[in-house]
């Protein structure tokens, strides 16, 4: 392959949720996750790559590792059945993106396997606090106990999250561990999170928006800001747990746009997507990122 990675890139992702639960706690009543301090919404990493994942797989009809696969008992496909799919750990690596990506570790005879995946994501987190809210409703289909009536049904739901999520493309980690990672595989990651989130079009997750892309591709080896996502913040005039939309603030990109355009001679050139109705400020002014980023190249993604 001709394409491999040689530039160490970051990835700041924001997107935001209405009237959905993001990523349930399976521990805790599947309640959306919050950081009891501060308010804020958690979503995990394992997340966001299964968004990945899925869009990749059902979408793009590109083949993923770590996929639920049902057995004509209706039973799970082990992770013993899936490996022996593969002849050996280099088909696997070849056949599979989400290994090339995020990386896998199994222990089973003969493919036993241990990769640190190229591409890290940090937790996603709000930019506000939250409103945790408990929805309680009715079936019209009674429950077996109770063929009277239909049943009772609870949720709970977060009518609005702003979740910024931030991760870095290391080349060293796939230069080192043979693990042919390409600009066109980072290329569909960054498509599988943009097209992917919005495509979650399910009972909890329908409700979501890619709100801003971007990616920061750096000329030097073993270089990078990091960071990224503790240097934008989301402005209103309301109070944090009233914010029901994007239009009721701002994300004020001013930490940002100065901390990129200051390394502008170690970056190559900055790849981005943003959604017409996410509204960016700068020192306290409307902006766009052609006004904000001055001091570097910038690149509209293509999907």
Known sequence: MNNIIKNRSEILFLYDATNINP?????????????EETGRNIVTDVRLKRTIRDYLFDYKDIEVFIREIREEDGNLRTKEKRLEEFKDNEELIEECIDVRLFGATTAV?????????????????SLHRVDLTYIKGTTVMP??????????????????????????????????????????????????MWNGTKNLISTSKVGQMPRLLIQVIHKESNYHIGELDKRVRFISDKNDEEIRDITDGVLDITELAN??????????KI?????????????????SLKEALTGV???ELPF
């Open 143 to 192: 429950s077996a106990q109770d063929r009277r009536q239909g049943t009772f049904t609870e949720k709970y739901i977060l009518p609005y999250s702003l979740i910024v999520f931030y991760g870095i493309v290391n080349e060293n980690a796939a230069r080192t561990q043979n693990i042919p990672l390409t600009e066109t595989d980072i290329e569909l990651l960054l498509e599988a």
């Open 259 to 268: 901390t990129l355009n200051s390394n502008g001679d170690s970056i190559l």
């Open 297 to 299: 190249s910038l690149e």
């Open 109 to 125: 005879k003969g493919k036993t396997m241990t990769l640190t995946g190229p591409v890290q994501f940090k937790y996603g987190y």
């Open 23 to 35: 990523n349930g706690d399976p521990l805790d009543e599947n309640k959306p996750r919050i950081d």
């Open 271 to 287: 790849r981005y997507k943003l959604d017409e109705r996410l509204q960016l400020s700068l020192n306290g002014k409307k902006t």
